[in-house]
Protein backbone atom coordinates (compact mmCIF):
# COMPACT_ATOMS: atom_id res chain seq x y z
CA UNK A 1 0.00 0.00 0.00
CA UNK A 2 1.49 3.29 -1.05
CA UNK A 3 1.34 6.45 1.53
CA UNK A 4 2.19 9.80 0.11
CA UNK A 5 1.76 12.63 2.65
CA UNK A 6 2.38 16.08 1.85
CA UNK A 7 4.22 19.15 3.56
CA UNK A 8 5.20 22.88 2.60
CA UNK A 9 2.04 24.87 1.99
CA UNK A 10 1.32 27.59 3.88
CA UNK A 11 0.76 31.30 3.08
CA UNK A 12 2.60 33.66 0.84
CA UNK A 13 1.90 36.82 -1.14
CA UNK A 14 1.71 37.30 -4.77
CA UNK A 15 4.96 36.73 -7.02
CA UNK A 16 6.72 34.60 -3.49
CA UNK A 17 7.89 31.48 -4.08
CA UNK A 18 6.76 28.06 -1.98
CA UNK A 19 8.34 24.42 -2.10
CA UNK A 20 5.77 21.39 -1.21
CA UNK A 21 7.14 17.92 -0.76
CA UNK A 22 5.49 14.47 -1.17
CA UNK A 23 7.01 11.76 0.64
CA UNK A 24 6.17 7.94 0.25
CA UNK A 25 6.25 4.59 0.99
CA UNK A 26 5.39 1.27 0.55
CA UNK A 27 6.49 1.13 -3.05
CA UNK A 28 6.91 -2.52 -4.87
CA UNK A 29 8.41 -0.89 -8.21
CA UNK A 30 9.79 2.15 -9.81
CA UNK A 31 7.41 2.44 -12.57
CA UNK A 32 4.81 5.12 -11.22
CA UNK A 33 3.13 8.00 -12.56
CA UNK A 34 3.15 10.85 -9.44
CA UNK A 35 1.55 13.96 -9.94
CA UNK A 36 0.60 17.44 -8.32
CA UNK A 37 -3.33 18.49 -7.92
CA UNK A 38 -4.85 21.25 -6.51
CA UNK A 39 -8.78 21.97 -5.66
CA UNK A 40 -9.81 25.21 -4.79
CA UNK A 41 -12.83 26.41 -2.98
CA UNK A 42 -16.38 25.02 -5.59
CA UNK A 43 -13.67 23.98 -8.09
CA UNK A 44 -13.03 20.59 -9.66
CA UNK A 45 -9.46 19.28 -8.77
CA UNK A 46 -7.44 19.73 -11.63
CA UNK A 47 -3.68 18.37 -12.22
CA UNK A 48 -1.12 20.55 -11.90
CA UNK A 49 2.34 18.33 -12.96
CA UNK A 50 3.19 15.06 -13.05
CA UNK A 51 6.03 12.70 -13.39
CA UNK A 52 7.18 9.14 -14.61
CA UNK A 53 9.53 8.59 -11.58
CA UNK A 54 11.62 5.77 -13.29
CA UNK A 55 12.80 8.30 -16.23
CA UNK A 56 11.99 11.54 -15.07
CA UNK A 57 9.30 12.29 -17.77
CA UNK A 58 7.53 15.60 -17.08
CA UNK A 59 3.99 17.07 -17.65
CA UNK A 60 2.43 20.31 -16.88
CA UNK A 61 -0.78 22.64 -16.97
CA UNK A 62 -1.01 25.52 -19.41
CA UNK A 63 -1.87 27.75 -16.37
CA UNK A 64 2.02 26.71 -14.63
CA UNK A 65 4.18 25.95 -17.18
CA UNK A 66 7.06 28.14 -16.67
CA UNK A 67 6.70 29.00 -13.10
CA UNK A 68 6.12 25.47 -11.33
CA UNK A 69 8.41 22.50 -11.50
CA UNK A 70 8.29 18.91 -10.44
CA UNK A 71 11.18 16.79 -9.59
CA UNK A 72 11.69 13.98 -7.29
CA UNK A 73 14.85 12.82 -5.24
CA UNK A 74 14.54 8.52 -5.53
CA UNK A 75 17.16 8.23 -2.37
CA UNK A 76 14.39 10.02 -0.34
CA UNK A 77 11.36 8.89 -2.32
CA UNK A 78 10.04 12.34 -2.30
CA UNK A 79 8.62 14.23 -4.88
CA UNK A 80 8.58 17.71 -4.93
CA UNK A 81 7.24 21.13 -6.48
CA UNK A 82 8.70 23.98 -6.78
CA UNK A 83 6.35 27.08 -7.01
CA UNK A 84 7.64 30.36 -8.06
CA UNK A 85 5.70 33.34 -9.68
CA UNK A 86 2.85 32.70 -7.09
CA UNK A 87 -0.70 34.26 -8.31
CA UNK A 88 -4.01 34.67 -6.16
CA UNK A 89 -5.42 31.76 -8.86
CA UNK A 90 -2.83 29.25 -7.33
CA UNK A 91 -4.64 29.38 -4.12
CA UNK A 92 -5.82 25.66 -3.20
CA UNK A 93 -5.43 22.93 -1.73
CA UNK A 94 -2.52 20.73 -3.18
CA UNK A 95 -2.36 16.89 -3.28
CA UNK A 96 0.40 14.66 -3.85
CA UNK A 97 -0.92 11.38 -5.96
CA UNK A 98 0.38 8.42 -7.48
CA UNK A 99 -0.55 5.15 -9.81
CA UNK A 100 1.63 2.26 -10.91
CA UNK A 101 2.06 2.59 -14.76
CA UNK A 102 3.57 0.79 -17.48
CA UNK A 103 4.33 3.28 -19.69
CA UNK A 104 6.13 7.04 -19.41
CA UNK A 105 3.15 9.11 -20.16
CA UNK A 106 1.28 10.56 -17.19
CA UNK A 107 -1.71 12.21 -17.20
CA UNK A 108 -2.77 15.09 -14.97
CA UNK A 109 -6.04 14.04 -15.02
CA UNK A 110 -6.94 12.84 -11.42
CA UNK A 111 -8.93 9.42 -12.80
CA UNK A 112 -5.85 7.21 -13.07
CA UNK A 113 -4.50 8.01 -9.24
CA UNK A 114 -5.23 5.85 -6.82
CA UNK A 115 -2.89 7.11 -3.79
CA UNK A 116 -3.19 10.18 -2.74
CA UNK A 117 -2.03 12.31 0.16
CA UNK A 118 -4.31 14.29 2.57
CA UNK A 119 -3.31 17.88 1.36
CA UNK A 120 -1.69 20.84 2.11
CA UNK A 121 -2.70 24.38 1.75
CA UNK A 122 -1.48 26.96 -0.64
CA UNK A 123 -2.91 30.41 0.05
CA UNK A 124 -1.75 33.92 -1.94
CA UNK A 125 -2.52 37.04 -0.96
CA UNK A 126 -2.51 39.90 -3.62
Known amino acids: QVQLVESGGGSVQAGGSLRLSCTAS????????MGWFRQAPGKEREGVASLYTAGDTTYYADSVKGRFTISQDNARHTLYLQMNSLKAEDTAMYYC???????????????????WGQGTQVTVSS
Open 97 to 115: AAHKSGGSWCSTFPQPYNY
Open 26 to 33: GYTSLNYC
